[in-house]
């Protein structure tokens, strides 16, 4: 049963701190989302990457976050130096995307992020 | 105004009713359109795609409205599982950005004994 595997699945920090985050694509999956959710802006894209190049990372504050594809299976999203406000969950999805158009978009089972 | 709005209710349902919301999108080159359930401290997971003709999954109906930039989507004879947010999701292909996936709000649905 393919899936999307993300760790860690709790992170509890202090301000300052370099948060990484991790997740697996599902294999075959060419193109892997990382998005965030809170109570009060619900699921904002942060990022996704296609074949490993980014496509678009406009939903995310450059200043303190980076996101990376180092090879098929591996995607990370860092931040340095993390904030109270980035408190949130992190969830990371992937998908194949063909014939210009995606595939049923899976979800990993997110990293909920608590910054002190 | 947001690319993808949703009514984030609650929408407080009676076992065994129909429940039906919408979603709208403002972009009337969205290409394809998707529903997906969030259960509560859970990941979102694909309900139903929509197509232009509507669809129907057992007791969900999923329509779309492209004079109107909207979908929807029907819950008949509502259980208590399908308590859960429902997500929309749109699909537009973005310039250079490539295909881009925006989601909804949710709109939150409690069935209720």
């Known amino acids: 049963d393919a899936r999307v595997t993300q760790t860690p699945r709790h992170k509890v920090t202090e301000m300052g701190q370099e948060v990484t985050m991790r997740c697996q694509p599902i294999?075959?999956?060419?193109?892997v989302f990382w998005y965030r959710q809170t109570m009060m802006q619900g699921l904002e894209l942060l990022a996704y990457?296609?074949?490993?190049?980014?496509?678009?990372d406009s939903g995310m504050p450059k200043d303190r976050f980076s996101a990376e594809m180092p090879d098929a299976t591996l995607a990370t999203l860092k931040i340095q130096p993390s904030e109270p406000r980035d408190s949130a969950v992190y969830f990371c999805?992937?998908?194949?995307?063909?014939?210009?158009?995606?595939?049923?978009?899976?979800f990993g089972p997110g990293t909920r992020l608590t910054v002190l | 105004r947001k690319e993808v709005e949703q009514d984030p209710g609650p929408f407080n349902v009676p076992e065994g009713a129909t429940v039906a919301f919408n979603c709208t999108y403002s972009n009337s080159a969205s290409q394809s359109f998707f529903w997906y359930r969030q259960d509560c401290r859970k990941e979102p997971k694909l309900l139903m795609s929509v197509y232009s003709s509507g669809n129907e999954d057992g007791r969900f109906t999923a329509q779309l409205n492209r004079a109107s930039q909207y979908i929807s989507l029907l819950i008949r004879d509502s259980k208590l599982s399908d308590s859960a947010t429902y997500l929309c999701?749109?699909?537009?292909?973005?310039?250079?950005?490539?295909?881009?996936?925006?989601f909804g709000g949710g709109t939150r649905v409690l069935v209720k004994p």
């Open positions: 999701v749109v699909n537009l292909l973005s310039g250079a950005a490539g295909n881009k996936l925006t």
């Open positions: 999805a992937s998908a194949l995307f063909r014939d210009r158009a995606y595939n049923e978009q899976f």
């Open positions: 294999l075959g999956h060419n193109t």
């Open positions: 990457f296609r074949n490993r190049a980014p496509l678009d």
